[in-house]
């Protein structure tokens, strides 16, 4: 299905109005009419299935038959936290697939081995937000800005769970096992160094900060690749649409 985004300041129970992009693309792409139905999003959890009722020169309203909650979300908030990367498509690829995924939260790092210290968040945005899109999500994710190693793990507290990617962890200790030990969890936090990972002393800063290193099997992946093996298997221990 074609799924548009509206601003949750667009959206109500009886309503929702198309702007911009989305507006064209539904009204001038598409050609969608009034009585057509679309589907769209707030990116807050709220799927609204709705019929064209209006159309103006810049916006469409659109009135809402029936609004499903958590739509294709899993009841497990993940938040990645990669260090950059040299390659930006690279960057770019891990945010894409990560989001398809179910990933929520980004935080690009700068960490010891980090050579590159530059990043686009607006067109970080853009990709996240048709990555939502294009996977028929309803939670569009957010992207932070650059941290820190040391205050992404000073401000780690919340979460239930707590990862660190280490290719020199027993494979033993896997992400499964880890999740499969804290099921009642709500949120986890993964993380994944750039080009030459973490060094000893971060993994030891991590560690004391309560993440656990984990084990993404015997071979040495890239870093968006690791990215992407993360996030498939911690959102694989959780059930699609349980926060409803």
Not at 85 to 93: A, G, I, Q, T, W
Not at 114 to 129: D, E, P, T
Not at 146 to 175: D, W
């Amino acid at each position: 299905m074609d799924l548009f985004y509206a601003v949750p300041a667009d959206c109500s129970i009886t309503t929702v109005i198309l702007r911009a992009d989305e507006f064209h693309h539904c009204i001038r792409v598409l050609r969608k009419r009034i009585g057509d139905e679309v589907m769209v999003t707030d990116g807050a959890g709220n799927l609204y299935r709705t019929t064209i009722a209006q159309i103006e020169n810049d916006f469409a309203v659109a009135r809402v038959v029936d609004v499903q909650k958590n739509y294709h979300e899993s009841s497990l908030r993940v938040t990645l936290a990669i260090g950059l990367l040299k390659n930006p498509s690279r960057m770019e690829f891990a945010v894409e697939k990560c989001t398809e995924i179910g990933v929520e939260t980004f935080i690009p790092l700068h960490t010891s081995r980090v050579i590159s210290r530059k990043v686009k968040i607006n067109r970080w945005n853009n990709i996240v937000l048709a990555a939502m899109k294009q996977s028929c999500r309803t939670i569009l994710p957010s992207v932070s800005l650059i941290q820190q190693f040391g205050a992404m793990l000073t401000a780690s507290s919340h979460f239930g769970v707590k990862l660190i990617a280490y290719e020199a962890v027993e494979n033993s200790t896997n992400i499964l096992s880890v999740m499969n030990k804290n099921a009642g969890a709500s949120s986890a936090i993964v993380c994944i160094g750039p080009e030459g990972g973490f060094t000893e002393e971060e993994i030891r800063q991590a560690m004391a900060a309560g993440f656990v290193p984990v084990s993404l099997g015997q071979r040495r992946l890239r870093s968006e690749t690791a990215a992407v093996v993360a996030a498939s298997l911690i959102l694989s221990s959780t059930h699609l649409g349980s926060r409803r």
